[in-house]
Nanobody
Framework: VQLQASGGGLVQAGASLRLSCAAS????????MGWFRQAPGREREFVAA????????YVAISVKGRFTISRDNAKNTVYLQMNSLKPEDTAVYYC???????????????????WGQGTLVTVSS
């Protein structure tokens, strides 16, 4: 599976961005899809995920109520809608895919097999 993330950029606090991650190479169905982020000097952290059964309700507490993950299986694409952005959301955002990950492991980056190249989101104050 090849993943191509896009949509990052420089925005002011309070703005919105939508990230996209297009998957190719294999069937999209049956894969869990997720978003992680990594700020300079920090570990990669979980942001949001859709499970292999298309449940897209797994969202980190730090972004809950502001970020929404969704997927379009027909387009082989997963999205991350980010609203009310804060400077602390600044990071490189990575999409991930896996076809065997279990729900309890979605928030752990070590359990995901496939990664996109990352897209930088910078939020200025």
């Amino acid at each position: 599976v090849q993943l191509q993330a896009s949509g990052g950029g420089l925005v002011q606090a309070g703005a919105s961005l939508r990230l996209s991650c297009a998957a190719s190479g294999r069937t999209f169905r049956g894969y869990a899809m997720g978003w992680f982020r990594q700020a300079p000097g920090r570990e990669r952290e979980f942001v949001a995920a859709c499970s292999r059964t298309n449940t897209c309700t797994y969202v980190a507490i730090s972004v809950k109520g502001r970020f929404t993950i969704s997927r379009d299986n027909a387009k082989n694409t997963v999205y991350l809608q980010m609203n009310s952005l804060k400077p602390e959301d600044t990071a490189v955002y990575y999409c991930a895919a896996d076809n065997s990950i279990i729900t309890s492991s979605l928030s752990s980056y070590v359990h995901w097999d496939y990664w996109g190249q990352g897209t930088l989101v910078t939020v200025s104050s």
